[in-house]
């Protein structure tokens, strides 16, 4: 029915946390090295 809009809103809702927890885990690993 709504499958698409429903798939355009996970990948909306999906991809600024994906960065987030990249962000977070190149953060801790900058931390850990350096």
Known sequence: ???KRLAAWIVTLAVPLAL???WL????MD???G
């Open 1 to 3: 029915m709504g499958a």
């Open 20 to 22: 987030d927890m990249a």
């Open 25 to 28: 885990g190149v953060a801790a």
């Open 31 to 33: 931390g850990l090295v």
